[in-house]
């Protein structure tokens, strides 16, 4: 009898505990700031559509459950969007996301001594090569190349010499930096922020030598002003592996690392994503 009832408990136990599991939807956060992302993780359900802002999301398997990005432009607009996700069942899931405003550091940028640029042939040269890089970067593989943990592209403290975002008066135009720029001495050792294909290694008249990590699922690391490049197209590059070396090329005012992270084609604050992924 006794062993009976263990059998019986063996084989409804597992159905008391899975059969009653409900599906949850949770997000890393629901009131992200400009250049934020917003990591939304499905547990214990299919899910058949989702969207955001009305436009379809993917979500991917990553550590047993379903997650998405959502990249949170720097000049979105603030206020409530809406996260909807549709389940195989039928049933249906709703989350308000609150974009709140971001403030953004302000500086006056010349051009460095010496460069034959001037704030006319920067812009248009930055528009040129913005135009290249958005064709690397909109390429969307479905793999996942990235580990479940993104770090720092540098291993000394990180010194933020330019915030994301900043808005820089050259001239009489704005130029936005979607990036950040870190000070480090000319050599230091740069490495991938997460594990990724290169899609490109390549030297640029105003992002100096440049590396872009495709980490797949849309996510994109780019490196810039670098003195020396380790990595080509086509490399498969592992969370840390060091990729090329600190420098002061292309349009730059002295050694730095120039660090931007694209998540379809959207860019994101680098350091708040490795932060979110940690
Ligand atoms: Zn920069």
């Known amino acids: 009898m006794k062993r009976l009832s263990l059998f019986l408990l063996s084989f409804f136990v597992p159905l008391l505990v899975f059969g009653s599991v409900k599906p949850s939807l949770t997000l890393s956060t629901n009131v992200p700031y400009q250049g934020d992302v917003v990591k939304v993780t499905l547990r214990n359900a299919e899910i058949k559509s989702a969207t955001f802002k009305k436009k379809p999301i993917t979500l991917f398997p990553l550590d047993g459950a379903l997650v998405a990005f959502l990249p949170i432009s720097g000049t979105e607009i603030p206020g409530a969007y809406t996260l909807k996700t549709t389940f195989t069942n039928g049933s249906l899931a709703t989350r308000t996301i609150w974009v709140k405003s971001r403030k953004f550091a302000r500086v006056s940028l010349g051009i ?69 720029d870190y000070k480090a001495p000319k050599g230091t050792d740069v490495s991938s922020i997460s594990g990724g294909i290169v899609a490109k290694s ?55 690392l120039h660090l931007s992270l694209k998540i379809n084609g959207v860019s994101v604050d680098p350091q708040k994503f490795i932060g979110l992924m940690k």
């Open 112 to 180: 460095p001594t010496g460069s034959t640029l001037t704030p006319a042939t920067l812009i248009a040269q930055l528009q040129k090569e913005k135009i290249e890089l958005d064709n690397v970067v909109k390429t969307k593989t479905e793999e996942v190349y990235f580990e479940s943990k993104f770090q720092s592209p540098l291993s000394i403290k990180e010194n933020i010499a330019s915030p994301f975002g900043e808005i820089r008066k050259t001239g009489s135009s704005i130029i936005r930096h979607w990036g950040i």
């Open 202 to 256: 390549y030297l640029d008249t105003t992002y100096g030598n440049t590396i872009i990590i495709n980490h797949g699922q849309g996510v994109f690391s780019l490196y810039m002003h670098l003195d020396e490049r380790l990595k080509n197209e086509g490399d498969t590059v592992s969370k840390g592996e060091i990729i090329g070396r600190v420098g002061n090329t292309g349009y730059s005012f002295g050694p730095h």
